[in-house]
């Protein structure tokens, strides 16, 4: 089970921190993601980050301003966004899934296997 929470009311520049919380004793041995979707619009992949070697992948348009960590032993990962746009506005979803984080894991190819309930990010102009 993954529970989001961090989501809130932020200002154009501002940042905000999400944490994904997972239960269970094999949280290390999943790839986690964060993804985003706005009403109408598909979801799309923002980062992912790999079970210990440290490899992230991002969405071109986050890079250098959103960082993905995780803490295995607490078994929970972090999503820093840093100087949000308005344009982010969105429910923000982590996930999990077995096998490599990699870009086709940002481009919907390859599909987590569990989802963790949505936190709203709201970025104001």
């Known amino acids: 089970q993954l529970q989001a929470s961090g989501g809130g009311l932020a200002q154009a520049g501002g940042s905000l921190r999400l944490s994904c919380a997972a239960s269970g004793r094999t949280f290390s041995s999943y790839v986690m993601g964060w993804f985003r979707q706005d009403p109408g619009k598909e979801r799309e992949g923002v980062a992912c980050?790999?079970?210990?070697?440290?490899?992230?992948h991002y969405l071109e348009s986050v890079k250098g301003r959103y960082t993905i960590s995780r803490d295995n032993a607490d078994n929970t990962v972090y999503l820093q966004m840093n100087s949000l746009k308005p344009g982010e506005t969105a429910t923000y979803y982590c996930?999990?899934?077995?096998?490599?984080?990699?870009?086709?894991?940002?481009?919907?190819?390859?599909?987590?296997?569990?989802w963790g309930n949505g936190t709203l990010v709201t970025v104001s102009s």
């Open positions: 980050i790999s079970t210990s070697d440290g490899v992230t």
């Open positions: 996930g999990a899934r077995l096998g490599f984080c990699s870009p086709s894991v940002i481009s919907g190819y390859h599909g987590m296997d569990h």
